[in-house]
């Protein structure tokens, strides 16, 4: 028997022993709004909610490594030179075609058939606006067009899902990183003329995307910026108060027209990179942390920096992966016992190993990169087109995806935690298999991803 039918089988036996999976009704009907108390995420109804789900990479704003382009730099690049040969509007026509096959209504479905309830939704300023200087597409009657985002929260409302907004790159870029738009060229904490101009912006975008989804419920929350400084590689610790007063002055202007929803803090990588609650007095916040960690101790450390953080507010894991020697056994079995809400990184993702890889509920490696600087324009449409829809014929539903179905009912793989927490259980013959599997995949994936870093300057 091949490994790929051992793990199938695996999961199906997993799913026999463990019916933990909540079902969501197809019906259209409206999601009570969430709120926090104390360290939990609340409904309307008096409910806890533990939000576990995936993110819809790839779709606001791509990343050369899992998305059909090919620029470490990243797209802001690739959207400027498509810009000069073709125009911003087919530019911008390209780009919502992209989006309009990447992720369609049967990914939604996915998402919910698997037991989940959330997703992550990344977005790029360069959806909505036509420059850096805050100038909005807009629609005939010359209200500004949200209608793809739209759209996204009416599948969300049809297949019972939460919606999370990630606003994942921002104008002035918040990190140094490819993912933001552009690697090296953060400027958004600049104390410069330019850096407080940016800062206005962003500021704007955020009032006015509040100001339409003011009493939506079915939007758990607003992101407000992903991975505001990265890991700080390249700047120093002057920018971090910048940070925090930047965070107040998007939660005071959003909370001035939409009192209601939660804001979303990222902290990143540990709770002491952002302001406490009580700093600044924000209340109704979640704060979000990525664990891209390489150990299961280093894992259980910061699970428990969480914990002790003492912030009177929930934590939810935005994104994860099991670098090096950690496992997805043991981060979701540790997540789910310490009620934290969690979403994978990335739902779907096209590329070397992409129909087989754990970092994907749904992969590819048979997807046609563009070339931008020679395609015509009818080749970059045609690929951008339904080659890219998840049925299209091209992707296929990975392993990882089932493996996730049974964490996402809350289920907590005991002899997981022991034998992979490092305490004297061995475990089963089949948990030992599986996890191997995923350790070997994890390092392949984390030497290429270091690989590709090194390429634009990111590990130096």
Known sequence: MNRKRFVSLLFVLVFAVCSVLPAFAVDGAALPMLHTEGKRIMDANGEEILLRGTNFGGWGIMEDWFCPYTNPAGLDPVYKTLESRFGSEATRELFKTYRSNWITEIDYQNVADLGM??????????????????????????????????????????????????????PGYQ??????????????????????????????????????????STIAMYDLMNEPLGTNITRDG??????????NDIYEAVRAVDPDHIICMEAIWDPSAIASPDVYGWENIVYQEHLYDVTNPTILRKVNEIKNANYNAPFYIGEFYPRGLTTFGYLLSIFNQNDLSWTTWTYKGAGPDADASPWFLYGSSDIEKIDYENDSYETLMQKFGEVLRTDGGKFQKNNFADYCAVFAGGFI????????????????????????????????????????????????
């Open 117 to 170: 309830n959330v997703i992550r939704l990344p977005i790029w300023y360069r959806n909505f606006q036509s420059d850096d200087n805050g100038t909005w597409y807009r629609k005939a009657d010359g209200s500004i067009d949200f209608s793809e985002l739209d759209t996204a929260v009416s599948l969300c409302k049809k297949y019972g899902l939460y919606l999370i907004i990630d606003l994942h790159g921002l």
């Open 175 to 216: 990190n140094d990183y490819d993912h933001c738009g552009q690697s090296k060229s953060m400027s958004l904490f600049d104390d410069t003329e330019q850096g407080a101009r940016y800062r206005e912006v962003v500021i704007d975008f955020w009032v006015e995307l509040a100001k339409h989804y003011a009493g939506e």
């Open 238 to 247: 002057s920018f971090q108060q910048t940070f925090w007063d930047l965070s």
């Open 413 to 460: 793989d005991e002899p997981c935690l022991k034998t992979f927490g490092l305490i004297n259980t061995a475990g089963t013959r089949a948990q030992r298999s599986a996890m191997r599997s995923e350790k070997l995949l994890a390092i392949k994936t984390t030497i290429l991803d270091w690989i590709r870093k090194l390429r634009t300057g990111d590990l130096l």
